[in-house]
């Protein structure tokens, strides 16, 4: 009888921490009810971040060199327009204070994105450790003559900022990241291109 319920409890406490492993898995991850896609999902600085780059399929969205296989490494590319409203429910476009927040929990010098930066896909010695688990990948992006290009050199996030000072007419701010440093940055690019998605709430 004894032997019974010692095997009893064991297998009790397995099945337990086995319910609690998959409960804990489910926890840090999401998925969108539109494709039944899912994402891995990341808290940094009060914020919760889709731990991946979005690939929804929606108009004004492309896989890089129209090659689907691409959207499954990198997820799509998106012009502002449909960047600002491909975002599951719940989530949005990030903010430019968004970002800074990101940045900020990276150290907010010249090697924050040595912590944002995905541990592998980085053309030469240029990848990051990952630490955020943002894991930023090299995507590159679709230019406004439909070609593309810097895929394992660049990471292109839209924001949502058009309007703050700096921003070009017809442009919107981007944040990247660089294989030439370890940098996190912005800059003003036209809202045509196709950048990166990263959702946050």
Known sequence: MKKWFILFASLFVVCGSAFAASKSKKKNEFKDPRDKQTYRTVKIAGLEW?????????????????????????????????????????????????FESLWTAAGADFNAGYLIKADYGWSGDTNGNDTLKFSAMPAGNRFDDETYGNTAKFAFFWSSDDSSEGVAPGSARVWYLTSKSMAFGYMSKPKNFGFSVRCVR
Request: hydrophobic letters at 30%.
């Open 50 to 98: 889709l731990g991946d780059n979005l690939n929804y399929k929606t108009e004004g969205s492309f896989c890089y060199k129209d090659d689907d296989d691409q959207c499954m490494v990198y997820g799509r590319l998106y012009t502002w327009d449909a960047a600002k409203k491909a975002c599951p429910a719940g989530f949005r476009l990030p903010t430019h204070a968004d």
